[in-house]
């Protein structure tokens, strides 16, 4: 998620809990820079209009 997340094992649940506590106990400006990137993302790369071409012509794809 280019910088927007941390990531823990699955079904690890200790270090799920340790990376919530990570990003509770990390600065403020950290915590408002991962939310920053992960909006500007959500924005210009995985918005409907950056994605309909792409869903279209895997939907096209599949009835070949």
């Known amino acids: ?3 927007a997340s941390l990531y823990a094992q699955a079904n690890d649940e200790i270090e799920l809990a340790n990376r919530i506590l990570e990003l509770v ?3 403020p400006e950290r ?3 991962m939310g ?3 909006l500007d ?3 210009n ?3 409907w ?3 309909t071409q792409n869903l ?3 939907y096209e794809e599949a009835l070949r």
Request: aromatic content about 0%; charged content about 35%.
């Open 45 to 47: 790369q995985l918005e």
């Open 25 to 27: 106990d990390a600065d």
């Open 1 to 3: 998620a280019e910088g």
């Open 31 to 33: 915590r408002d820079s």
């Open 56 to 58: 279209l012509a895997a």
């Open 41 to 43: 993302r959500m924005r």
């Open 36 to 38: 920053q990137i992960g």
């Open 49 to 51: 209009n950056h994605q």
